[in-house]
């Protein structure tokens, strides 16, 4: 016979159970990440975070999800639409705050990223603010007064390159899939900025290239 385990609020309780993602700070994802689970994905509430996107534009522009989490109830997406770059969290479907680009995104190889900084580490359902970066130019800024606190969703994902359920976003319908070529997403949950992260990323290249 098969152990029982008669626990109840505790099997609910996911610190309780292993976990990879416990403890990290840094991810970094390839193109067609889908489907994870999001507690199996970086827990970006309340803390101060960077999205960033290594990506390839065709002549002509490109739009779709770079990276998302949550759907219609709940969840944030940085996404491209009309040539934008564009970064929302849907408040349970009550408020999307957005932020979106004041120029359009060129054809090209490009880094785009959405830094938020939140008003207090760790405080419940926090507010923020957000700016968006083409590589180290700011070319967006934003504010949200408050955000999801616990689970976006029981059943959505974390997606890379589209959404896959519901959208989390009015402005698209799923799975609004990237039309340009994805070639990473990175999820930091930092106090690093976007900044600090491009001269890690510098020095890093720099260190492959001189053991070659």
């Given at each position: 016979?098969?152990?029982?385990?008669?626990?109840?609020?505790?099997?609910?309780?996911?610190?309780?159970?292993?976990?990879?993602?416990?403890?990290?700070?840094h991810?970094?994802?390839?193109?067609?990440?889908?489907?994870?689970?999001?507690?199996?994905?970086?827990?970006t509430?309340?803390?101060?975070?960077?999205?960033?996107?290594?990506?390839?534009?065709?002549?002509?522009g490109?739009e779709g999800?770079?990276?998302?989490?949550?759907?219609?109830s709940?969840?944030?997406?940085?996404?491209?639409?009309?040539?934008?770059?564009?970064?929302?969290?849907?408040?349970?479907?009550?408020?999307?705050?957005?932020?979106?680009?004041?120029?359009?995104?060129?054809?090209?190889?490009?880094?785009?990223?959405?830094?938020?900084?939140?008003?207090?580490?760790?405080?419940?359902?926090?507010?923020?603010?957000?700016?968006?970066?083409?590589?180290?130019?700011?070319?967006?800024?934003g504010?949200?007064?408050k955000?999801?606190?616990?689970?976006?969703?029981?059943?959505?994902?974390?997606d890379?390159?589209?959404?896959?359920?519901?959208?989390?976003?009015?402005?698209?319908?799923?799975?609004?899939?990237?039309?340009?070529?994805?070639?990473?997403?990175?999820?930091?949950?930092?106090?690093?900025?976007?900044?600090?992260?491009?001269?890690q990323?510098?020095?890093?290249?720099?260190?492959?290239?001189?053991?070659?």
């Amino acid at each position: 016979m098969l152990p029982l385990d008669d626990r109840f609020a505790q099997r609910a309780d996911p610190t309780l159970r292993p976990s990879h993602v416990r403890g990290k700070t840094h991810f970094v994802y390839s193109p067609g990440t889908i489907r994870v689970g999001e507690r199996s994905s970086p827990n970006t509430k309340n803390v101060h975070h960077t999205l960033a996107a290594e990506v390839e534009v065709p002549e002509g522009g490109a739009e779709g999800v770079l990276v998302c989490c949550g759907g219609l109830s709940g969840g944030f997406s940085l996404f491209m639409k009309s040539g934008k770059l564009h970064w929302e969290h849907n408040y349970y479907n009550e408020v999307h705050y957005r932020v979106s680009s004041t120029e359009a995104i060129p054809p090209g190889r490009h880094v785009l990223s959405a830094e938020v900084n939140v008003d207090k580490q760790g405080e419940f359902g926090t507010g923020g603010n957000v700016t968006l970066r083409l590589g180290k130019k700011k070319i967006g800024e934003g504010r949200f007064e408050k955000q999801v606190a616990g689970f976006f969703t029981a059943n959505e994902s974390f997606d890379v390159g589209c959404d896959t359920c519901s959208p989390v976003s009015e402005l698209y319908e799923s799975p609004f899939v990237f039309t340009g070529t994805i070639l990473r997403v990175v999820v930091d949950i930092t106090e690093a900025t976007f900044k600090d992260l491009a001269a890690q990323h510098e020095a890093h290249a720099r260190l492959a290239m001189a053991t070659q």
